[in-house]
C-alpha cells in the first residue's frame, strides 16, 4: 500500500463523515458522536497513517487517526518539545557546592 492511498482502506470509508466531525447542539451529543468515531478508529487497520497524516498537515478539525483536535495540538507540542531536547547539546553537570560542615 502506498502513501497515498492508505484511506481508501480506513475503518470509516463506508461511515457518515458526519460522525468524525461532530457537530452537537449539546455536550452529551458531541461526547458520543467522538467515543463513535474513536471505536472506528480503534479497529482501523490504517490508524497510525491516518494520524500521521493528521498531525503532519496539522487538521484541525474532526476525529483522525483516533484522535481529537485538542490531543494531536499535544501530540505535536509533546513532538515539538522533544525535538528541542534532542537539538540540545550535551552539556556537562553544573558543580555541586560542597556541604557546609
Same mark, same amino acid.
Given at each position: 500500500?502506498? %502513501? *497515498?492511498?492508505? &484511506?481508501? &482502506? $480506513?475503518?470509516?470509508? &463506508?461511515?457518515? +463523515? %458526519? /460522525?468524525?466531525? +461532530? @457537530? $452537537?447542539?449539546?455536550?452529551?451529543?458531541?461526547? !458520543?458522536?467522538?467515543?463513535?468515531?474513536?471505536?472506528?478508529?480503534?479497529?482501523? #487497520?490504517? *490508524? +497510525?497513517?491516518? /494520524?500521521?497524516?493528521?498531525? %503532519?498537515?496539522?487538521?484541525?478539525?474532526? @476525529?483522525?487517526?483516533?484522535?481529537?483536535?485538542?490531543?494531536?495540538?499535544? /501530540?505535536?507540542?509533546?513532538?515539538?518539545? !522533544?525535538?528541542?531536547? @534532542?537539538?540540545? #547539546?550535551?552539556?556537562? #553537570?553544573? +558543580?555541586?557546592?560542597? #556541604?557546609? /560542615?
Amino acid at each position: 500500500m502506498s %502513501e *497515498q492511498d492508505w &484511506h481508501r &482502506h $480506513g475503518a470509516c470509508r &463506508h461511515c457518515a +463523515p %458526519e /460522525l468524525f466531525f +461532530p @457537530i $452537537g447542539t449539546t455536550a452529551s451529543d458531541v461526547v !458520543a458522536d467522538i467515543e463513535a468515531a474513536k471505536a472506528i478508529c480503534a479497529t482501523c #487497520p490504517v *490508524q +497510525p497513517e491516518c /494520524l500521521r497524516y493528521a498531525v %503532519e498537515t496539522r487538521q484541525e478539525y474532526g @476525529i483522525w487517526g483516533g484522535t481529537t483536535e485538542d490531543e494531536r495540538r499535544g /501530540l505535536r507540542k509533546a513532538m515539538r518539545a !522533544a525535538e528541542r531536547r @534532542i537539538e540540545v #547539546p550535551n552539556r556537562e #553537570p553544573a +558543580p555541586q557546592a560542597a #556541604p557546609a /560542615l
